[in-house]
């Protein structure tokens, strides 16, 4: 549970994010295919780094390379959240600031995913493997899922509360 509550918790956090992102943009006053841009350079790592994210996976220590790709999108994170608020950001900053925040992202999926694949008990391998496949929340406790609405809550309060920089870090 406590991976699947750290996936969910990344997924909300990379939605807010790109929505973040999107918002940024638009303060710019660019036309709509600078914000296109915006969800394409999230999206672009994924499919350029996809599958040998997947092999390096494989081959390395998988922790190392958890901590070192989300080093990578925490650092890409903090200097796009330290040039927004500096008011030294430019569109094509935004863009390619998002791309390599992505990057990270890209390289952490596979090792997570074959990480959690790996922490089900040998006992319940396929139910296990499917609930965390799929994100069921169904057979969670009721603890857990008072646990993801907290934080779900809690992150929206930060954006209303700090707008949207706080989104980047």
Known sequence: PLLACADHDLCVVRALRSVAAVW?????????LWVALVQAAAAAPIFLFGLASGAMADLVDRKRLLVRAQAWACAMALILC???AAGWLSPLLLI??????GVGVAARWPAFTASTAESVPREQPRQGQRQIAQG???NEGRA???AHIKCTAHGLARVGRAGQLVLFV
């Open 24 to 32: 940024l943009m638009l303060s710019f006053q660019v036309s709509p």
């Open 144 to 146: 857990q899922r008072v």
């Open 96 to 101: 390619g600031l998002v791309f390599l925040t």
């Open 82 to 84: 330290g040039l927004a």
């Open 136 to 138: 069921d929340l169904r």
